[in-house]
T-cell receptor
Framework: AQSVSQHNHHVILSEAASLELGCNYS??????LFWYVQYPGQHLQLLLK??????LVKGIKGFEAEFIKSKFSFNLRKPSVQWSDTAEYFC????????????FGGGTRLMVKP | DAGVIQSPRHEVTEMGQEVTLRCKPI?????LFWYRQTMMRGLELLIY????????DSGMPEDRFSAKMPNASFSTLKIQPSEPRDSAVYFC?????????????FGDGTRLSIL
């Protein structure tokens, strides 16, 4: 069975600080990886996704994530956060064995102080 | 393009009452997912359908919960009887079931409060 761990439950940063949110998954086969963002009071929206190819994936709003297969990781990064990035961030994984079912991590709440 | 549409957006009812949540997936999507989100448990998958057929309902908490998908454009999640611990935000999501790399698109959710 696949699982996803997000070790940082809460992160507080000041504007312009750099961001890195950790995501580790456990599954030995081929995986597809996703980051979703949930702004306060809203639904989950796709930030970026990785299927294959270049392990450095660029998403919307200046976010990027790097797939490191040897570390089973897919960390999310942004060089300079803004107050509007305050949200909860979810890492998710799917695999061929699980069909198109996503397994979500527990989420990381990011608060950016103006 | 219309996204996933859920109704109602908010529901407040007394315990013991029947609650029905509705979802219209994105046209052309053939997979539909129901999730529940709470502060304590985070995001939980309740059940999902492929081509209107329930594939995995292991996340449905109890027999009080049931879900149906009578056609490709409509699904319901029903709680009967409802209890205060069912209070949560319920999200519906849909995707195109071709391979495992299709992202899910979420609706705005139904915020359910059971008094």
């Amino acid at each position: 069975a696949q699982s996803v761990s997000q070790h940082n439950h809460h992160v507080i940063l000041s504007e312009a600080a750099s961001l890195e949110l950790g995501c580790n998954y456990s599954y030995g086969g081929t995986v597809n990886l996703f980051w979703y963002v949930q702004y306060p009071g809203q639904h989950l929206q796709l930030l970026l996704k990785y299927f294959s190819g270049d392990p450095l994936v660029k998403g919307i709003k200046g976010f990027e994530a790097e797939f490191i297969k040897s570390k089973f990781s897919f960390n999310l990064r942004k060089p300079s956060v803004q107050w509007s990035d305050t949200a909860e961030y979810f890492c998710a994984v799917s695999s061929e064995n699980a069909g198109n079912m996503l397994t979500f991590g527990g989420g990381t709440r990011l608060m950016v102080k103006p | 393009d219309a996204g996933v549409i859920q109704s109602p957006r908010h529901e407040v009812t007394e315990m013991g009452q029947e609650v029905t949540l509705r979802c219209k997936p994105i046209s052309g999507h053939n997979s539909l997912f129901w999730y529940r989100q709470t502060m304590m448990r985070g995001l939980e998958l309740l059940i999902y359908f492929n081509n209107n057929v329930p594939i995995d309902d292991s996340g449905m908490p109890e027999d009080r919960f049931s879900a149906k998908m009578p056609n490709a454009s409509f699904s319901t999640l029903k709680i009967q009887p409802s209890e205060p611990r069912d209070s949560a935000v319920y999200f519906c999501a849909s995707s195109l079931w071709l391979t495992s790399n299709q992202p899910q698109h979420f609706g705005d959710g139904t915020r359910l409060s059971i008094l």
